[in-house]
């Protein structure tokens, strides 16, 4: 009765062709099950192999299918269920599985890291009244931290690839703090002091976003790798929020210091815990769970780390067409981004005349709202694979969705009257925007896993150049005609090409 029970159970989730081939599990253990619960028994499944038709084995199914260039791997027993933010059991012992601490550490240091660039966005409006900086200048000071991060991010893409991102991104954890502390004393000791500084800031910034995409790579199957993207990058965007509300507080009680002290504290603090809980690939992790290890293995593209004294192939990787749309995409998502980052609080002062801490609410609300966006995006992709759709079609939608949907909104803020519509065109723009994330930032590692960290690289520095012209532009564009309308027209404009461009040469299929 009971086996034939947990058969019929097993029949439900049917099977699947895999490519899986000559893999035996001789002994399943759930011991410690992934984000779910702990189990206090074991039992022997016997022999059982993947093979062509799927497998089923009396309440164990493991299926594999292969969604053009994707792993979607899914493992089922009796008493289990599992997904990226947890599961069921039979027993109440909550067991938080490796994987989501990697995640959540990520998120935090990618809030961190958006946070220290934001402090000087709002920083730099008494900076300018005290040292009586022109519209032109402020847009100098905001883009020289773009000066250290466009050479960072292909020598920070290249370290990743070889050397893995844990210490390729204490290191810049290490350095960027250092230099947000001392900001301060810069901005105090001269003009090129504070440049210098800000470069260097930039310099180390630079390697975190390759090495997020690295981590996450090797530490989720394919079919949780954009949720696992979405919610590092919430955290991303979340810094936003937390530097454009708690600076202006922090400096009205602890003095224009006080936000570069605290920031530069709590990347310290997070160095210590990263150090010690994470390592490069869940093989190396001696915490993690037997079955955990399998999942992750079992749903993800090997690729092969490059070899000693090896350097990525430049010319080959700018010779086919996919690059360089995951490029324009890059180039065309910084432009806007950067804008919207840099010059939200100015805009809402210079437009609507509001005081520095009403800027950086009315800035803020729109970041809150992308954190979340961004989740929902990963979560859709995810969930559009699981269903059969192909690689290339999600991300070409998604992508889409993430710059068509900004495009429109540009737009129509050209036309707000208060500065509580423009707040929600731009909470619009950004939601949308955040569905880049599981457009051209996962399809880095859809078709180059072996390269995916120099190729994150290449665009980063690419998407940082149009960075610094689109935010030195907008002041001088400011100052010129006196009014924001006609760079968001430009950046609506850039949004719709480069769609165009995206859905004509973007793919999901491996190409290198």
């Known amino acids: 009765m009971a086996a034939a029970a947990v058969a019929s159970k097993s029949a439900v989730f049917g099977g699947r062709s895999s490519n899986l081939l000559d893999t035996h599990l001789n002994s399943i253990r759930f011991r410690k099950p992934l984000f779910g619960f702990r189990y206090d028994f074991e039992r022997k499944w016997g022999n059982l192999s993947l093979q062509g038709g799927g497998l089923r084995n009396r309440g164990a199914v493991v299926e594999g299918g292969r969604r053009r260039g994707c792993e979607v791997v899914r493992c089922t027993a009796e008493g289990i269920e599992r997904g990226i933010l947890g599961g069921r059991g039979q027993e109440s012992n909550f067991v ?60 920070g893409g290249a370290l990743v690839d070889k050397y893995g991102g844990k210490r390729v991104i204490a290191w810049g954890v290490s350095l960027w703090s250092l230099a947000t502390l001392i900001t301060p004393w810069a901005a105090n000791h001269s003009t090129m002091s504070l440049l210098a500084v800000r470069a260097f800031f930039g310099l180390a910034e630079g390697v975190a976003m390759p090495s997020m995409n690295i981590i996450l790579s090797r530490w989720f199957p394919c079919d949780e790798r954009a949720t696992a993207v979405g919610l590092s990058m919430g955290g991303f965007h979340l810094g936003n929020v937390v530097g454009l509300v708690l600076t202006p507080i922090v400096m009205s009680s602890m003095g224009l210091s006080g936000p570069f002290f605290l920031f530069s504290s709590i990347g310290l603090l997070w160095l210590t815990t990263w150090t010690r809980e994470v390592t490069n690939d869940p093989q190396e992790s001696r915490s993690i769970s037997s079955s955990e290890l399998r999942l992750i293995q079992a749903g993800k593209s090997n690729a092969p780390p490059l070899k000693k004294g090896e350097l990525p192939p430049l010319r080959l990787l700018l010779s086919k067409m996919p690059t360089w749309a995951i490029i324009f995409a890059n180039i065309t998502n910084n432009w806007g981004y950067f804008v919207l ?140 005609l006196g009014s924001f309308q006609a760079f968001l027209t430009v950046t609506a404009g850039l949004y719709f090409v480069t769609a165009i461009f995206w859905n004509l040469y973007a793919t999901g299929e491996r190409v290198f």
């Open 96 to 155: 938080m599985p490796e994987r989501l601490k990697v995640v959540a550490l990520m998120a935090c240091v990618m809030c961190l890291c958006n946070a220290d660039r934001v402090v000087m966005s709002v920083a730099i409006v008494p900076l300018a009244a005290k040292h009586g900086w022109s519209s032109s200048f402020l847009g100098i000071v905001q883009s020289s931290f773009l000066w250290g991060y466009i050479f960072s991010s292909v020598i």
């Open 341 to 480: 980052l840099s010059w939200m609080p100015v805009y809402f002062k210079t437009v609507f005349n509001v005081n520095l801490k009403q800027a950086a609410w009315f800035s803020a609300v729109p970041w809150g709202t992308m954190a979340f966006s961004g989740y929902v995006a990963g979560s859709a992709s995810d969930y559009l694979l699981k269903e059969g759709y192909s690689v290339t079609f999600v991300r070409k939608v998604m992508q889409s969705i993430g710059f068509i949907g900004p495009g429109l909104a540009l737009l129509c803020l050209n036309y707000a009257k208060s500065p509580t519509v423009a707040s929600v065109i731009i909470t619009v723009a950004l939601s949308f925007s955040s569905f880049s994330q599981a457009g051209f930032l996962l399809n880095m590692q859809d078709i180059a896993p072996q390269y995916a960290g120099f190729l994150h690289g290449i665009s980063n520095s690419a998407g940082t150049l149009a960075a610094i012209i689109s935010t030195i532009g907008t002041g001088y564009f400011v100052q010129w």
